[in-house]
């Protein structure tokens, strides 16, 4: 079959999770912030940059219905596709390689539904790196002292000045992503954390190159996390 020389910006919103560690009832990305769903000021941001083209989400099965309802509501004009994900992450993933994986010359921006505050910076900032790199990653340097542990006793400190911590998007030229996961497939113990790592682990040889993150781009893990969320959606009013 012959290649499709497709080049686009396709935005995937990674919305597979059914658990909640803030204490709802319901996955976090449904949780409301100042009127608005969690994800729906995720797919707000993407929908609004000029530079995507396309976005697709991805989500647990059981919550098509609603999510379908969401777009509707909304009345976005890029979410064209709402795609089943798993019960890993990396299923998610692979649900997005296989929606569009003949578009390889095209660009996947892999985001957290749960990171609502995502700055049009930082996606142009991803975009305009995928234009001389094939994956991309979004980071912000570490503050803190680290220690790495072992039976609660400090086994070393690493320095801070070569770690960061990671956000998303993640971001990749579809051939790349492709053939990660196809190779990591093929590996027994595959171990799969995030998107970057796999392209880490399984192709070496592909440099992902940092963009600057910002410490706004939280993502919503805990309770704790709401109020500081809803403090920076005031401050952008």
Same mark, same amino acid.
């Given at each position: %079959? ?6 686009? /910006? ?16 319901? +996955?976090? =990305? ?13 797919? *707000?941001?993407? !929908? ?5 083209? !396309?976005?697709?989400?991805?989500? /647990?099965? %059981?919550?098509?219905? @609603? %999510? ?33 994986? *003949? ?20 996606? *142009?900032?991803?975009? &305009? ?39 998303? +998007? ?29 392209? %880490?682990?399984?192709? +070496? ?6 963009? !600057?993150?910002?410490? =706004? ?6 309770? @704790?996390?709401?109020?500081?969320? @809803?403090?920076?959606? &005031?401050?952008?009013?």
């Amino acid at each position: %079959m012959q290649r499709k020389l497709i080049s686009m /910006n396709i935005a995937v919103i990674l919305a597979g999770g059914v658990g909640s560690r803030v204490g709802a009832d319901r +996955p976090k =990305q449904f949780l409301e912030i100042r009127g608005r769903m969690v994800i729906e000021r995720t797919i *707000d941001a993407f !929908e609004a940059n000029a530079n995507i083209d !396309e976005i697709a989400v991805v989500i /647990n099965p %059981m919550y098509i219905d @609603e %999510m379908e309802s969401i777009v509707k509501r909304n009345g976005w004009k890029k979410v064209r596709r709402i795609l089943k994900g798993g019960t890993e992450r990396y299923m998610s993933t692979l649900s997005a390689i296989k929606a569009y994986g *003949d578009m390889e010359e095209s660009n996947m921006l892999f985001h957290d539904a749960v990171r609502p505050m995502v700055s049009q910076v930082i996606i *142009d900032r991803v975009i &305009n790196a995928l234009e001389e790199h094939d994956a991309v990653g979004v980071a912000v340097k570490v503050t803190d002292t680290i220690w790495e542990t072992d039976d609660d006793t400090i086994k070393s400190i690493p320095n801070r000045n070569m770690l960061m911590r990671a956000q998303t +998007p993640q971001a990749f030229k579809m051939r790349v992503i492709k053939e990660a996961y196809r190779i990591g497939l093929q590996d027994p113990n595959m171990c799969s954390t995030d998107d970057c790592g796999m392209v %880490m682990r399984y192709m +070496p040889e592909e440099k992902i190159f940092i963009v !600057e993150g910002e410490e =706004q781009n939280i993502k919503l893990t805990y309770k @704790e996390d709401m109020p500081y969320i @809803e403090m920076l959606i &005031n401050k952008q009013k």
